[in-house]
Structures are given as structure tokens and as C-alpha cells.
């Protein structure tokens, strides 16, 4: 395949399988779907099937995958020793009123993985894993507020959304303000969630030690992917650590993209213990999946063995053995070895991006780390959600590039945020190259 030519997208074409898909749907769904990343104006294009590191719509069209669903899909599409495990399970049932084997399997595969976790228990998406940790955190420390990063998603729970969205109109001047993210968000979660500035020490500091006593959480993602990309720094997380532990704050991880980044997961990298790790993604092998773990002391608010728990959690899908079974296979496939080649490819792609931009004389510089990169059009210093924020001309700059791109054969996320998968490899890499460097010219 030759990515590098452009060609005519054909799902947005009058007489498009597209447009006769996204019609009906529209008659039986707001908007056409269930999703909102996946619109976009005037449709988005439809999945048909896709095989490794491919994806092909139902137009015809076939891309490189650098979205795999939004992180989740570390071996791409329809990988067949996944497959395999998946279709083996299924002649024996999908779900049951019992526990499995294999939610223990998992279980002990993660916990023998990830530094902070003791115990875990699984869930069906990420957003829920992050509520059942700030449930956790709020039932073990008897507090109510939380505390989490500006600019940084945690997926849907009211909670963790304030803030998500702020702008330069509403972020307040110094210390960030609590700004809603959904309409008819109530002001008492506005007023129990203290928003913070990411890599900040002096102010993080402070807010810390001014809501001491009410918080329950400081929720942090090691590396926020809608919030530039921007790896947090190592001093600034053990500061977080010792203040954290000192007050008996739960300090929780959101790793549900990140622990992509290593066979430990980020928190192996930086070194630092949380009490919490909220989980996702990669550890479902392409099925729903959730999952938080952590220190047996605080995940024994869910042990249901000493009386009620002080934090019940039900979920009928919970831990269901075709999601266990193709977490297993997708996890045990991720060997450290693997890891190291996607670093190196990784390296690769960013090295070829920095080259690109340096070479078309645009300003601009590359974030991530291991399989993830986030491409930006401007050389700001970056540390946090508002140095990433995008000014309107950058926006369109990123909106142009990102059309060059999917229109030469490169499928990748609106915001230029994309992530490898174990079937690529230096080819899929310089097909990105040279799509990028060609789209760096055409949205001139
Ligand atoms: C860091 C982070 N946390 C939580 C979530 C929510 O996960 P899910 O979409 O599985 O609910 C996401 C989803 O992209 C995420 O990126």
C-alpha cells in the first residue's frame, strides 16, 4: 500500500456507503452514534473490518491504523491468537452468576506487573474503573473532595470531567477554577473537586495543603493524553507522593492509556508508588475492560468476605471470561522485549516528525514516550494544559494537516495524537513519515 499518494475520499462522496450509513443512522441515534469522538462534520467514515495494523471503511478505502481504538488496541485488528482465546471460550458460555478462573488469571498477571497493585477488580470501561477508585478513596478516607490535574479526561464520571474543557475565557487567572464540562453539571461537584496545575510543585503544593483535610483523592495521569501529551515530571510526582502520604491521601493513577507506555506501566518509569491505579484499554485485548487496583489496605473497602462493604461494586459484565480471556493473551503477548521494540519504534516516529518540521522550516515539536506521540504545531515550552492549549490558528493548522493525513492513507485522531501497535513496524513508521512530511506541505 502507498500512503503517500492522496486520493479522493470516497466516503465523503454524494452516493457514499458513508453517507447512506450515517442517514439512517441519524433516524435512531442523536447525532448517528453512541460516541462523540467518532463524529465528525459532515460524517464520519464507517469501519468495515481491519487486519493488524490496517483499517479499511466501508467505502472501500484502506488506512494504517494509528488510532487503534483509541489506545486499546496494542496488537491492532482481529489479532489471531486473541482471536483464538476468544472463540475457545465462547463454546463455553460468555458470562455467568459466578466467578471465573480467569478474572483470577488476569488478576494475578497485573498484579505481578504493575508496582502499586496488591489487589484489583475488573470493570467494564475506564470511566468506571476511575469512579470505583475515587469510591474507594472516598469510603477509606472518610473525605469528599477530590483533586485532579486542569485539562486532564478520566472519561465520563461528573467528577472527574470538571475542568476537562476549561478555556483561556474561564480557567482563571492563577489558581485554576472548577469549570463544568457537561450542561446542568451540579455546583456542589464543582465545589468538591479541586483543579490543579500539572508539573506545578509550588501551586500543587498549596492547594494540597489548603484542602488537606477534605480530600479523599488527588487523581493524575503520568502522561495526559488530552492535555498535550506532556510526561509528568519525576520530582513533581514524588513531591505529590510525600504530600499525599503525609496528609493520608489516596494518590491514584489513571494509567488507562499509560500503561501502554511500559511493561510496568508508567508508575515503573517515574518510580513512585500510588495507593490507586485505574486501569484499561490494553488489559481487555479489545473488549470492554476496566479494572482498579491498588494497596490491599485500600482495596479492602471492597472486600465483601468481613460484612458489607464500605464500597459495594456490582456490574453484571464485570470480570467476564471472554473480556478476561482476551486481556490475558493481549498482555501475556506484551513481553519486555516487546516493549523495547516499541520504544524503538516509537523513537522513530517522533525523531521522523521533529525531521519533517525542521525540514519544512514549520515551527513545531513532538510529545510522548514508548508507542504514544502527539504532534504540535507550535515551540512553546510545554508542562502542562495550557501551554498545549491550541490557539484558533494552530487549531487549523492541526485540522488541515490532520485532513492531508487521512486523505494519504494514514487514519489518526483529530488532535494528532497517535499510538503504534505491536504489527507495525519500521514501514508502517516511514509510511507515517512520509505522509506527514507531504501533508506538512500540502496544508501550506
Ligand atoms: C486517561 C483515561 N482515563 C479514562 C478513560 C475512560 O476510559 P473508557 O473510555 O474505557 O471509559 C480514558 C479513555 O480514553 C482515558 O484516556
Known amino acids: 500500500m502507498v500512503v503517500t499518494n492522496r486520493f479522493e475520499e470516497r466516503f465523503l462522496e454524494p452516493g457514499s456507503d458513508a453517507k447512506r450509513l450515517y442517514e439512517r443512522a441519524r433516524k435512531v441515534m442523536p447525532g448517528g452514534n453512541s460516541r462523540t469522538t467518532v463524529y465528525q462534520a459532515p460524517h464520519p467514515p464507517y469501519a468495515a473490518r481491519g487486519s493488524g495494523a490496517v483499517i479499511v471503511d466501508t467505502d472501500g478505502q484502506e488506512r494504517f491504523d494509528f488510532v487503534n481504538n483509541y489506545?486499546?488496541?496494542?496488537?491492532?485488528?482481529?489479532?489471531?491468537d486473541i482471536n483464538a482465546a476468544v472463540i475457545e471460550q465462547l463454546q463455553w458460555g460468555t458470562a455467568f452468576g459466578m466467578p471465573t478462573e480467569s478474572e483470577i488469571k488476569l488478576a494475578e498477571l497485573i498484579s505481578a506487573r504493575?508496582?502499586?497493585?496488591?489487589h484489583v477488580r475488573f470493570t467494564n470501561s475506564g470511566s468506571e474503573a476511575v469512579m470505583m477508585g475515587?469510591?474507594?478513596?472516598?469510603?477509606?478516607?472518610?473525605?469528599?473532595?477530590?483533586?485532579?490535574?486542569?485539562?486532564?479526561?478520566?472519561?465520563?464520571?461528573d467528577f472527574v470531567e470538571v475542568s476537562l474543557a476549561s478555556t483561556p475565557e474561564n480557567w482563571g487567572a492563577d489558581d485554576p477554577?472548577?469549570?463544568?464540562?457537561?450542561?446542568?453539571?451540579?455546583?456542589?461537584?464543582?465545589?468538591d473537586v479541586v483543579v490543579l496545575k500539572f508539573n506545578d510543585i509550588e501551586s500543587t503544593?498549596?492547594?494540597?495543603?489548603?484542602?488537606?483535610?477534605e480530600l479523599a483523592a488527588v487523581l493524575m495521569d503520568p502522561m495526559p493524553m488530552r492535555a498535550?501529551?506532556?510526561?509528568?515530571?519525576?520530582?513533581?510526582?514524588?513531591?505529590?507522593?510525600e504530600l499525599t502520604k503525609q496528609y493520608g491521601i489516596v494518590l491514584m493513577f489513571d494509567e488507562v492509556v499509560s500503561l501502554r507506555v511500559a511493561y510496568g506501566g508508567a508508575q515503573s518509569l517515574l518510580g513512585v508508588t500510588p495507593d490507586l491505579t485505574s486501569m484499561a484499554k490494553i488489559i481487555g485485548g479489545g473488549f470492554p475492560v476496566g479494572a482498579i487496583g491498588g494497596s490491599a489496605e485500600v482495596m479492602s473497602v471492597f472486600d465483601p468476605s468481613q460484612g458489607y462493604p464500605r464500597a459495594p461494586h456490582g456490574g453484571t459484565f464485570n470480570a467476564n471470561p471472554v473480556t478476561m480471556a482476551a486481556?490475558?493473551?493481549a498482555m501475556e503477548k506484551l513481553t519486555p522485549q516487546e516493549f523495547e521494540r516499541l520504544d524503538r519504534l516509537g523513537d522513530m516516529v517522533r525523531e521522523g516528525i521533529a525531521e519533517a518540521m525542521d525540514g519544512a522550516r514549520i515551527p513545531g515539536q513532538v510529545t510522548g514516550r514508548g508507542s504514544l506521540f502527539h504532534i504540535h504545531f507550535h515551540d512553546r515550552p510545554l508542562s502542562d494544559y495550557r501551554s498545549s492549549h491550541l490557539t484558533p490558528e494552530e487549531a487549523l493548522k492541526v485540522k488541515r494537516?490532520?485532513?492531508?493525513?487521512?486523505?494519504?492513507?494514514?487514519?489518526?485522531p483529530g488532535f494528532l495524537v497517535g499510538n503504534l501497535s505491536t504489527p507495525m513496524d519500521e514501514g508502517e513508521v516511514s509510511a507515517f513519515v512520509s505522509a506527514f512530511a507531504d501533508a506538512l506541505d500540502a496544508a501550506r
Open 228 to 241: 498535550g501529551l506532556i510526561p509528568a515530571e519525576a520530582a513533581f510526582v514524588q513531591r505529590v507522593r
Open 327 to 329: 486481556g490475558l493473551v
Open 401 to 412: 494537516v490532520h485532513r492531508e493525513l487521512v486523505g494519504r492513507g494514514v487514519f489518526i
Open 114 to 118: 504493575v508496582p502499586s497493585v496488591e
Open 205 to 213: 503544593e498549596r492547594l494540597i495543603e489548603q484542602h488537606k483535610h
Open 177 to 191: 477554577t472548577s469549570t463544568a464540562y457537561s450542561w446542568g453539571t451540579p455546583q456542589s461537584v464543582l465545589d
Open 71 to 80: 489506545t486499546s488496541l496494542i496488537h491492532g485488528h482481529a489479532d489471531a
Open 134 to 157: 475515587i469510591k474507594a478513596a472516598r469510603a477509606f478516607t472518610g473525605r469528599p473532595k477530590i483533586a485532579k490535574f486542569e485539562g486532564c479526561y478520566h472519561g465520563s464520571y
